[in-house]
């Protein structure tokens, strides 16, 4: 045989898997252990980073609740003490903003207009109750619920009628639709009752009317000195996505106003925007730490688990080199091996570290955070892991010279 017809020793990927295979079922039971390693690691990646993340979700909206995302816009004052009004277009503008998930207006009520149980009630016994004119969009805008009755609609809206703050109800003697009380010198019926709003200072305390009942009937019969005309925005109440009231803020003088900014007041309801965005900061950082660490875990016991594999087959080893195989058919088996050992536990893990996730939050009380990212990325970092863990014991192997593999078997 001529040297032209030798050719060298290849090696199939479909020949490394069947030996890769073979090799890890060949001891069973450390298989399962060496794979329950890496499934520890990666059911750690997924629970960890999934309870964390429900963590972080519940954590969160707890915060938003607390009025981290509601901000209010409001007409500023010039040099001279002067109220500067808010053009029209104010609420349309705002609205546009990205980030804004509702918005709404408190219009101006001429400032004599006061509210009273009954027409026999004397004028200066206010009682501190506030009138202010609203829109169909106010409840979405402050996160306010009504505790019964409804809120103003198209139709009611035109309409002699009001919805009392929950402090207002109860300051009017008012349980029940269809009761009566004295506003701007005529008779209007209750619609509805607000539930608390601690967010939105003085709504609780307010006495509401139909944007255009007041504009178009309540407007004409009085007169006010502060300035304001019919349809003047006292106020615009913005409510924005999670975690972006921080960067609409520095927009909305500019998007009320365009002609006066600095003259428009920009203010939020809590101080709690900061504390979110640090909090979402930390818990995603501590997931990440906490993750990584459990994911290092189990590389190392795929690497130990290899290792001891080299030790034990030394003979085979040996064999093989001495038959004639390359040296890097005999590195690709174990790093095959720790591939396979890395899938195994990958499989494992996932499904686990899904069912301790949804297991936590059933338990607490709470929406399932599954971790998608985590879950799409645990194979690839576990054979990742199975790569780089099987890479030192391959070389390891490939370093036995044959004679002495198989004297020391």
Not at 7 to 19: E, K, M, Q
Not at 218 to 240: E, K, L, R
Not at 373 to 398: D, E, F, H, N, Q
């Amino acid at each position: 045989m001529s040297n032209s017809d030798l050719h060298p020793i290849r090696i199939r990927i479909r020949d490394l898997l069947d030996d890769a295979t073979a090799g890890t079922w060949a001891r069973p039971l450390r298989t399962v252990l060496s794979s329950i390693g890496i499934a520890i690691g990666i059911a750690a990646l997924v629970a960890i980073t999934g309870v964390a993340g429900s963590n972080k979700a519940q954590y969160l909206n707890e915060l938003d609740g607390m009025g981290a995302n509601l901000l209010t816009v409001e007409p500023g004052k010039d040099t001279d003490d002067k109220t500067v009004p808010l053009p029209d277009t104010a609420l349309e503008m705002i609205e546009r903003i990205a980030p804004v998930t509702n918005a709404a207006a408190v219009y101006a009520v001429p400032e004599t207009v006061r509210a009273y149980r009954t027409d026999r009630v004397p004028i200066n016994q206010t009682r501190g109750l506030l009138v202010q004119a609203a829109g169909p969009g106010l409840p979405a805008a402050i996160d306010a619920d009504l505790a019964w009755g409804q809120w103003f609609s198209n139709a009611s809206r035109i309409l002699p009628a009001v919805v009392l703050g929950s402090q207002a109800a109860t300051t009017l003697g008012i349980a029940y639709p269809g009761q009566r009380i004295w506003v701007a010198d005529q008779w209007h019926s209750v619609i509805g009752v607000l539930r608390p709003v601690v967010l939105a200072d003085g709504i609780d305390h307010a006495v509401f009317l139909g944007d255009d009942w007041t504009e178009d009937a309540i407007w004409p019969q009085f007169t006010d000195t502060t300035g304001a005309t019919p349809g003047s925005i006292a106020m615009i109440y913005v409510n924005t996505h999670p975690g972006t009231a921080a960067q609409v803020r520095p927009v909305l003088a500019g998007t009320a106003n365009p002609a006066a900014p600095q003259y428009v007041g920009v203010s939020q309801l809590s101080d709690y925007a900061d504390m979110r965005e640090l909090a979402d900061t930390s818990l995603s950082n501590l997931a990440t730490a906490l993750a990584a660490i459990a994911l290092l875990i189990g590389g190392v016991g795929i690497a130990n688990t290899m290792i001891v594999a080299v030790i034990e087959r030394r003979g085979e080893i040996g064999l093989r080199l001495a038959l004639g195989a390359r040296r890097t058919h005999i590195a690709a088996q174990f790093i095959f091996e720790a591939l396979t050992l890395a899938a195994i536990g990958a499989t494992i893990g996932i499904s686990t570290g899904i069912l301790v996730t949804i297991g936590y939050a059933a338990v607490n009380a709470q929406a399932a955070a599954l971790p998608i990212t985590a879950i799409v990325a645990a194979p690839a970092l576990a054979l990742t892991v199975g790569i780089v863990a099987g890479a030192y014991p391959a070389w390891r192997a490939t370093r036995l010279a044959p004679n002495e593999a198989l004297r020391t078997a």
